[in-house]
């Protein structure tokens, strides 16, 4: 069956969200559609009528650096992401999530923005995003605004983003500038990202983890740790990070921090993926991995 | 309606109306009738459908139509350039070619194009980046190896200019040939590069239908009502078909005619999978719809879903004769005294899930009434069974259908049944037009049948030096709702559940049970994959207690010329399987600079000690031919042609395997000319003679004797002319370099047609070949003509922390006979490796309560290049007499020692058992950590 009946390319943000409110219903927008239209098809995503394509929104496809922030277009496709030197020099988490996202073919047309709306609590670049603090840029008929990263999320597969009269335009990422401290040493931060896989089922992973950090000598100044699937929605592990914040880095703290990740996220069991146990038998050696690699190139 | 969209395709500019709902895919094929871009899944997971846009290449299954609106697009038809008349090839299609890394050839376009975008983009990559660029370009014939040659020695010949380099590793066979032996390229592999090869869906005809079959998708009851009012009454609906619509038989099948071509009212649906009703229609899309609009109502019944369950007693029982297709008995020697004897009796229960062929083509018929005819245009392993199928349905004489085979994009054993082909014959005889069905990868994960479930229980007994003495198994093989080829797998399944040894007392019981999953029936291996797995197993726990190298072990009780197989058979010849052991044993040691008995310790190899490596051993066997005293026969026509060359015709199929090459190599070997020389038809009813199923690793033999007998007998025929024209002795007539030598004069083809013909003789041979008589199972003596024997080793490398196993090296060494080309051989063993390394690690077809899990290609994942190993080949070849130039069958034995040579590296690296594939990683970590903690 015809999975749209009308496909409408809007040029600007304005055209789009205009297209999204007037446009006969039921209305998507799409920008890879390596999922929507598989869900379509699939019948896991109820029929539309009209489709909304934003990767002819020249604003939505730019990646630049904003002020003190890196902008990410969401109809940027991941590739791009995955290439770019601007991502790789200042959010090395996000290029290794981009990486691996699906196989090249998807990535040439899926984006960030898609991966993001569909609102998995462990898309990989999604918990890239979610360590780099990244905000979100939401368009709607009454203008734009800021939204912090998390609360686009509402639960798994459910999206905060009203796709009615609602788009994702893009993401900025803080970029931490530079400052020097009393012993003249420069804090440096660093960023990255991991999983773990199996190699049976669907291309999920049973566990990923994003780190971004700032480091001074052997002391953690700031640390976001990010784990996917730790709760229904994208998971910060908020009492981990405090518990680092101005440590040292050794076996104790970092035993310490692994502690209160564990403490605080909820590890569930999918069924043919991985079980609740098997997730927090193995992400403390996901995390130390992923922890250590981000200390070593923040040094 | 959005406006008109402007795009570009291989330097040609179109504009055109936008379609609602339109992907890339079907604007290409359909609109612009470019079909080198194929189909594989529609769900962006084959890579198949890779076009490149914008210099990009994308999944064009899942792009919409639209978006292409002012891009530039590259098809596979782009790539190749047209020097005066003359198609000049891009040097990476060449280069497939040379390389052999074209088989099936269905996921070649998508693998190209792939390869040329990373190629514009990194002119010299190395193996790390084409693996990357390739991820999800999945090859199912898994010429992964030959593919990354491919793109190595592609890239190497544009940057430097020089001419695409030929593989340099492949030997040729020993036994000392002009042409067979020697490697040689596919007759058909430029069309596959250049996207020109013609698959079923790439045809179509004027006035064509487009066809749905209404599934029941319930696993188990009874239609009480069907209501197809609302299909019928849809406009562009052409015709409704139920089961009261079938003039002939209503039940097809292979073995035993238990299958019904629909479910009638009041009648049993015994899986998903049935069909309650067929709708042809003007387009594709209607035609689902309509089939959407069918009301089906059911008398639900309780779900027999495991073999087991349905061997109880007082469980519904899905057939009239009951759950139990067939009870397989093997029965060697004196159990009792066996076991009594032995100083170790052991046992062990394994399990093996279903899985599913995955050939990235998926199912598609065509029917075209011709005058008062049936014409099928289909993908089938068995052209001359699908002829007499669709007649019993048609109610016709079997003169009046043709199967016309195409082009297959991969079989494996999943394409021996029937799917749509009488669906398609039923509605194009009502409608009097041509009908298309085309499964989507949904229906086709669905309903063809697949690799059966296993539980097998093994009870061993040895002696301590090692000696076995008597091996007992029992096997519950899930045959699934319908018959299929199950009593013969499960029946092979039985007979090799002992594994290829010198065993003195034998049993083995296997039932074979009906059960309502989807059929299972032929998957290369045909059983034997998974009964290797549990006495390979068996093997290693009893090397390990009785504390005896395991390469030892399995050299003193090898089968070996003398020995008396399990079913009472003597093997008087062709009996490799010591040779396998010993190349296999010693190349591991050259490939990992080990010594022997630390081949098989854990090792940590880098700085991570939680990444343990070892290896693991196995060994294999498998007969070729049907066996069990089937007649086993296949004819062949040569023919001289007016020009000078000739045709070989047989209706064997050609699946990816490279059956049409070893047939062109073999008639060029006999006539002694030129491979170029040699046509190849196959798979046409009424062209070519009978050459029975392509399953059992047979071809090569059987449709490969018919050819060489056929030109032997032609040869002689032409002698026996020449002779008595000239009036010379025959040995004056030789055949040599292409020309004929009559008595000192050289004579060319054409001269030798011409006089032929005017002799009053016809150039033309039909040969029937019949192999060597085998005995039932039970009767004693040969049950098999001959068995293929297959050793592998495999080098993994175990996550302890997560689990995770990586397979890092694999040795293979197959007893083939007699190498015919060793270039196909090369890549159909790879391809058998990577098949099994998917087996062990990755496959499992899930069906919950009858309902099928893993209805979609992204849930049922087969091995990408990424997973492949380093694969090393080593070609045994110990002569069959009867078969042609001493070959023997390979397709299936090279797949099957791979699952348990890798769970038995996994043991030796980390001390866990795998009794159950796939590998569970979970189940690996938890069995480690639960011993830390115990520590």
Same mark, same amino acid.
Request: proline share 5%; charged share 20%.
């Given at each position: =069956?015809?999975?749209?009946?009308?496909?409408?390319?809007?040029?600007?943000?304005?055209?789009?969200?205009?297209?999204?409110?007037?446009?006969?219903?039921?209305?998507?927008?799409?920008?890879?559609?390596?999922?929507?239209?598989?869900? +379509?098809?699939?019948?896991?995503?109820?029929?539309?009528?009209?489709?909304?394509?934003?990767?002819?929104?020249?604003?939505?496809?730019?990646?630049?650096?904003?002020?003190?922030?890196?902008?990410?277009?969401?109809?940027?496709?991941?590739?791009?992401?995955?290439?770019?030197? +601007?991502?790789?020099?200042?959010?090395?988490?996000?290029?290794?999530?981009?990486?691996?996202?699906?196989?090249?073919?998807?990535?040439?047309?899926?984006?960030?923005?898609?991966?993001?709306?569909?609102?998995?609590?462990?898309?990989?670049?999604?918990?890239?995003?979610?360590?780099?603090?990244?905000?979100?840029? #939401?368009?709607?008929?009454?203008?734009?605004?800021? =939204?912090?990263?998390?609360?686009?999320?509402?639960?798994?597969?459910?999206?905060?983003? &009203?796709?009615?009269?609602?788009?994702?335009?893009?993401?900025?990422?803080?970029?931490?500038?530079?400052?020097?401290?009393?012993?003249?040493?420069?804090?440096?931060?660093?960023?990255?990202?991991?999983?773990? =896989?199996?190699?049976?089922?669907?291309?999920?992973?049973?566990?990923?983890?994003?780190?971004?950090?700032?480091?001074?000598?052997?002391?953690?100044? &700031?640390?976001?740790?990010? #784990?996917?699937?730790?709760?229904?929605?994208?998971?910060?592990?908020?009492?981990?990070?405090?518990? +680092?914040?101005?440590?040292?880095?050794?076996?104790?703290?970092?035993?310490?921090?692994?502690?209160?990740?564990?403490?605080?996220?909820?590890?569930?069991?999918?069924?043919?993926?991985?079980?609740? &146990?098997?997730?927090?038998?193995?992400?403390?050696?996901?995390?130390?991995? #992923?922890? &250590?690699?981000?200390?070593?190139?923040?040094? | 309606?959005?406006?008109?969209?402007?795009?570009?395709?291989?330097?040609?500019?179109?504009? $055109?109306?936008?379609?609602?709902?339109?992907?890339?895919?079907?604007?290409?094929?359909?609109?612009?009738?470019?079909?080198?871009?194929?189909?594989?899944?529609?769900?962006?997971?084959?890579?198949?459908?890779?076009?490149?846009?914008?210099?990009?290449?994308?999944?064009?299954?899942?792009?919409?139509?639209?978006?292409?609106?002012?891009?530039?697009?590259? @098809?596979?038809?782009?790539?190749?350039?047209?020097?005066?008349?003359?198609?000049?090839?891009?040097?990476?299609?060449?280069?497939?070619?040379?390389?052999?890394?074209?088989?099936?050839?269905?996921?070649?376009?998508?693998?190209?194009?792939?390869?040329? *975008?990373?190629?514009?983009?990194?002119?010299?990559?190395?193996?790390?980046?084409?693996?990357?660029?390739?991820?999800?370009?999945?090859?199912?014939?898994?010429?992964?190896?030959?593919?990354?040659?491919?793109?190595?020695?592609?890239?190497?010949?544009?940057?430097?200019?020089?001419?695409?380099?030929?593989?340099?590793? $492949?030997?040729?066979?020993?036994?000392?040939?002009?042409?067979?032996?020697?490697?040689?390229?596919?007759?058909?592999?430029?069309?596959?590069?250049?996207?020109?090869?013609?698959?079923?869906?790439?045809?179509?005809?004027?006035?064509?239908?487009?066809?749905?079959?209404?599934?029941?998708? $319930?696993?188990?009851?009874?239609?009480?009502?069907?209501? !197809?009012?609302?299909?019928?009454?849809?406009?562009?609906?052409?015709?409704?078909? @139920?089961?009261?619509?079938?003039?002939?038989?209503?039940?097809?099948?292979?073995?035993?005619?238990?299958?019904?071509?629909?479910?009638?009212?009041?009648?049993?649906?015994?899986?998903?999978?049935?069909?309650?009703?067929?709708?042809?229609?003007?387009?594709?899309?209607?035609?689902?719809?309509?089939?959407?609009?069918?009301?089906?109502?059911?008398?639900?019944?309780?779900?027999?879903?495991?073999?087991?369950?349905?061997?109880?007693?007082?469980?519904?029982?899905?057939?009239?004769?009951?759950?139990?297709?067939?009870?397989?008995?093997?029965?060697?020697?004196?159990?009792?005294?066996?076991?009594?004897?032995?100083?170790?009796?052991?046992?062990? @229960?394994?399990?093996?899930?279903?899985?599913?062929?995955?050939?990235?083509?998926?199912?598609?018929?065509?029917?075209?009434?011709?005058?008062?005819?049936?014409?099928?245009?289909?993908?089938?392993?068995?052209?001359?069974?699908?002829?007499?199928?669709? *007649?019993?349905?048609?109610?016709?004489?079997?003169?009046?259908?043709?199967?016309?085979?195409?082009?297959?994009?991969?079989?494996?054993?999943?394409?021996?049944?029937?799917?749509?082909?009488?669906?398609?014959?039923?509605?194009?005889?009502?409608?009097?037009?041509?009908?298309?069905?085309?499964?989507?990868?949904?229906?086709?994960?669905?309903?063809?049948?697949?690799?059966?479930?296993?539980?097998?229980?093994?009870?061993?007994?040895?002696?301590?030096?090692?000696?076995?003495?008597?091996?007992?198994?029992?096997?519950?093989?899930?045959?699934?709702?319908?018959?299929?080829?199950?009593?013969?797998?499960?029946? %092979?399944?039985?007979?090799?559940?002992?594994?290829?040894?010198?065993?003195?007392?034998?049993?083995?019981?296997?039932?074979?049970?009906?059960?309502?999953?989807?059929? *299972?029936?032929?998957?290369?291996?045909?059983?034997?994959?998974?009964?290797?797995?549990?006495?390979?197993?068996?093997?290693?726990?009893?090397?390990?207690?009785?504390?005896?190298?395991?390469?030892?072990?399995?050299?003193?009780?090898?089968?070996?010329?003398?020995?008396?197989?399990?079913?009472?058979?003597?093997?008087?010849?062709?009996?490799?399987?010591?040779?396998? $052991?010993?190349?296999?044993?010693?190349?591991?040691?050259?490939?990992?600079?080990?010594?022997?008995?630390?081949?098989?310790?854990?090792?940590?190899?880098?700085?991570?000690?939680?990444?343990?490596?070892?290896?693991?051993?196995?060994?294999?066997?498998?007969?070729?031919?049907?066996?069990?005293?089937?007649?086993?026969?296949?004819?062949?026509?040569?023919?001289?042609?007016?020009?000078?060359?000739?045709?070989?015709?047989?209706?064997?199929?050609?699946?990816?395997?490279?059956? !049409?090459?070893?047939?062109?190599?073999?008639?060029?070997?006999?006539?002694?000319?030129?491979?170029?020389?040699?046509?190849?038809?196959?798979?046409?009813?009424?062209?070519?003679?009978?050459?029975?199923?392509?399953?059992?690793?047979?071809?090569?033999?059987?449709?490969?004797?018919?050819?060489?007998?056929?030109?032997?007998?032609?040869?002689?025929?032409?002698?026996?002319?020449?002779?008595?024209?000239?009036?010379?002795?025959?040995?004056?007539?030789?055949?040599?370099?292409?020309?004929?030598?009559?008595?000192?004069?050289?004579?060319?083809?054409?001269?030798?047609?011409?006089?032929?013909?005017?002799?009053?003789?016809?150039?033309?041979?039909?040969?029937?070949?019949?192999?060597?008589?085998?005995?039932?199972?039970?009767?004693?003596?040969?049950?098999?003509?001959?068995?293929?024997?297959?050793?592998?080793?495999?080098?993994?490398?175990?996550?302890?922390?997560?689990?995770?196993?990586?397979?890092?090296?694999?040795?293979?060494?197959?007893?083939?006979?007699?190498?015919?080309?060793?270039?196909?051989?090369?890549?159909?063993?790879?391809?058998?490796?990577?098949?099994?390394?998917?087996?062990?690690?990755?496959?499992?077809?899930?069906?919950?309560?009858?309902?099928?899990?893993?209805?979609?290609?992204?849930?049922?994942?087969?091995?990408?290049?990424?997973?492949?190993?380093?694969?090393?080949?080593?070609?045994?070849?110990?002569?069959?007499?009867?078969?042609?130039?001493? *070959?023997?069958?390979?397709?299936?034995?090279?797949?099957?020692?791979? @699952?348990?040579?890798?769970?038995?590296?996994?043991?030796?690296?980390?001390?866990? %058992?795998?009794?159950?594939?796939?590998?569970?990683?979970?189940?690996?970590?938890?069995?480690?950590?639960?011993?830390?903690?115990?520590?």
């Amino acid at each position: =069956m015809n999975l749209w009946q009308e496909y409408k390319r809007p040029a600007s943000v304005t055209e789009a969200i205009q297209a999204l409110t007037s446009a006969p219903g039921p209305v998507m927008p799409i920008a890879g559609g390596t999922d929507l239209l598989l869900d +379509l098809k699939q019948g896991r995503h109820s029929p539309v009528h009209t489709l909304i394509d934003l990767t002819f929104v020249p604003e939505m496809s730019l990646l630049e650096l904003r002020g003190g922030e890196l902008f990410i277009g969401a109809a940027v496709p991941v590739n791009r992401v995955a290439l770019d030197p +601007l991502v790789g020099q200042h959010a090395q988490a996000l290029t290794e999530a981009a990486n691996l996202i699906a196989g090249p073919q998807v990535r040439n047309t899926a984006t960030l923005g898609g991966n993001v709306a569909h609102a998995l609590p462990a898309a990989d670049g999604t918990i890239a995003l979610t360590a780099l603090n990244a905000q979100a840029e #939401v368009a709607s008929p009454t203008g734009t605004r800021r =939204m912090p990263f998390t609360s686009l999320f509402l639960g798994p597969g459910k999206s905060a983003i &009203d796709k009615t009269k609602e788009i994702i335009v893009g993401f900025y990422i803080p970029i931490k500038t530079s400052k020097f401290s009393k012993n003249s040493e420069v804090p440096r931060t660093a960023s990255c990202f991991k999983r773990i =896989m199996r190699p049976q089922g669907v291309a999920l992973p049973i566990l990923n983890c994003a780190v971004w950090l700032e480091r001074e000598s052997e002391i953690v100044i &700031d640390i976001h740790i990010a #784990v996917g699937p730790g709760s229904s929605i994208p998971f910060r592990a908020t009492e981990a990070e405090a518990a +680092l914040r101005g440590q040292f880095l050794n076996e104790e703290t970092i035993n310490r921090t692994l502690e209160f990740l564990l403490g605080q996220a909820q590890f569930r069991t999918s069924a043919r993926r991985a079980s609740a &146990d098997y997730r927090k038998h193995i992400v403390g050696g996901l995390f130390k991995d #992923v922890l &250590d690699t981000a200390w070593a190139r923040a040094s | 309606m959005n406006n008109q969209i402007t795009f570009t395709v291989n330097g040609t500019k179109h504009t $055109i109306d936008p379609v609602a709902g339109e992907t890339l895919s079907t604007l290409l094929r359909e609109r612009l009738r470019l079909t080198g871009t194929k189909i594989g899944c529609e769900e962006a997971e084959c890579g198949a459908c890779t076009v490149l846009v914008d210099g990009e290449p994308m999944m064009s299954c899942v792009y919409p139509a639209e978006r292409a609106d002012g891009k530039n697009i590259t @098809t596979i038809e782009g790539l190749a350039q047209r020097v005066h008349e003359e198609m000049k090839l891009h040097p990476l299609q060449e280069a497939f070619v040379e390389q052999g890394a074209v088989q099936c050839g269905f996921c070649i376009p998508g693998q190209i194009m792939t390869a040329y *975008a990373l190629l514009k983009r990194n002119p010299n990559p190395n193996s790390d980046d084409i693996r990357f660029a390739l991820k999800d370009t999945l090859c199912r014939c898994a010429g992964y190896p030959s593919i990354e040659n491919a793109i190595l020695a592609a890239a190497q010949a544009l940057r430097t200019g020089e001419p695409v380099q030929k593989p340099t590793h $492949i030997p040729d066979s020993i036994h000392d040939h002009k042409t067979v032996g020697h490697s040689h390229l596919r007759p058909e592999a430029v069309q596959k590069v250049t996207g020109e090869a013609i698959y079923t869906d790439d045809l179509t005809f004027d006035g064509m239908l487009f066809a749905k079959a209404k599934r029941a998708m $319930i696993p188990h009851g009874f239609l009480t009502k069907l209501d !197809v009012s609302k299909a019928k009454a849809l406009p562009g609906v052409v015709a409704v078909l @139920t089961a009261d619509d079938i003039p002939g038989e209503h039940n097809h099948g292979l073995v035993i005619y238990d299958w019904p071509v629909m479910v009638g009212i009041g009648e049993r649906i015994r899986y998903v999978g049935d069909a309650v009703a067929i709708v042809a229609a003007e387009t594709q899309d209607i035609a689902e719809q309509a089939s959407a609009l069918i009301e089906a109502e059911f008398d639900l019944q309780p779900v027999i879903t495991n073999p087991v369950q349905a061997r109880q007693e007082d469980v519904p029982q899905i057939h009239e004769k009951g759950n139990l297709l067939k009870h397989i008995k093997v029965r060697k020697g004196d159990m009792d005294a066996g076991f009594a004897k032995a100083d170790i009796v052991f046992e062990h @229960t394994f399990h093996t899930p279903t899985t599913d062929h995955a050939f990235i083509e998926p199912e598609c018929s065509i029917a075209v009434p011709v005058d008062s005819r049936m014409e099928i245009y289909v993908g089938s392993q068995i052209p001359y069974q699908d002829k007499t199928q669709v *007649a019993r349905a048609l109610g016709w004489d079997e003169s009046r259908v043709r199967i016309v085979g195409q082009l297959m994009g991969g079989g494996f054993g999943g394409k021996e049944d029937i799917m749509g082909q009488i669906h398609v014959a039923l509605l194009a005889n009502v409608t009097q037009r041509p009908v298309k069905l085309l499964f989507d990868r949904h229906e086709s994960l669905l309903v063809h049948p697949k690799r059966h479930a296993t539980q097998i229980r093994v009870k061993m007994g040895a002696m301590k030096n090692g000696r076995l003495v008597a091996v007992d198994t029992e096997l519950y093989g899930d045959t699934g709702a319908y018959a299929s080829l199950g009593e013969k797998v499960m029946t %092979r399944a039985t007979t090799h559940a002992a594994g290829p040894y010198d065993v003195e007392n034998v049993r083995a019981d296997c039932y074979a049970m009906y059960t309502n999953n989807p059929p *299972a029936g032929a998957f290369r291996g045909f059983g034997v994959t998974q009964s290797a797995f549990a006495v390979e197993s068996m093997m290693d726990m009893l090397a390990e207690k009785l504390n005896i190298d395991r390469i030892e072990l399995r050299r003193m009780n090898a089968l070996h010329v003398g020995s008396i197989t399990n079913t009472g058979q003597e093997l008087k010849e062709s009996v490799g399987l010591m040779e396998c $052991i010993d190349r296999v044993s010693s190349t591991m040691c050259q490939v990992s600079g080990l010594s022997q008995e630390d081949l098989f310790k854990p090792r940590v190899t880098s700085d991570a000690a939680h990444l343990i490596q070892s290896w693991g051993f196995a060994a294999a066997y498998k007969n070729t031919g049907l066996g069990g005293g089937a007649p086993d026969i296949s004819g062949a026509d040569v023919e001289l042609y007016e020009d000078g060359t000739f045709q070989v015709r047989s209706s064997a199929a050609e699946l990816g395997q490279g059956l !049409v090459t070893v047939m062109r190599l073999i008639v060029s070997e006999e006539m002694a000319v030129a491979p170029e020389k040699v046509r190849v038809l196959v798979m046409d009813t009424d062209l070519t003679p009978n050459g029975g199923p392509t399953t059992a690793s047979r071809q090569t033999f059987v449709t490969g004797n018919a050819s060489r007998y056929a030109a032997k007998t032609l040869r002689d025929e032409i002698t026996a002319t020449m002779a008595e024209k000239y009036d010379i002795r025959p040995e004056q007539i030789r055949f040599a370099d292409g020309v004929v030598h009559v008595n000192g004069h050289s004579m060319t083809w054409v001269e030798i047609y011409k006089e032929m013909k005017a002799a009053g003789q016809n150039p033309l041979v039909r040969y029937e070949y019949e192999a060597p008589k085998t005995k039932p199972l039970g009767a004693g003596g040969d049950m098999h003509f001959a068995f293929s024997f297959g050793v592998q080793a495999a080098e993994v490398e175990v996550n302890k922390l997560t689990g995770e196993v990586r397979v890092l090296k694999v040795i293979s060494a197959n007893d083939v006979g007699m190498a015919v080309n060793p270039l196909g051989l090369q890549g159909q063993i790879e391809g058998g490796v990577m098949m099994g390394l998917g087996n062990c690690l990755t496959e499992e077809f899930i069906v919950e309560n009858g309902n099928v899990v893993t209805d979609h290609l992204a849930r049922y994942r087969v091995p990408g290049i990424m997973l492949t190993p380093e694969i090393t080949s080593i070609v045994v070849e110990h002569p069959v007499e009867a078969g042609p130039y001493g *070959a023997k069958g390979v397709g299936e034995v090279c797949s099957i020692p791979t @699952t348990p040579a890798i769970t038995n590296a996994i043991y030796n690296a980390v001390g866990v %058992r795998i009794d159950k594939t796939p590998v569970d990683q979970e189940l690996i970590a938890n069995e480690l950590w639960k011993r830390e903690g115990n520590k």
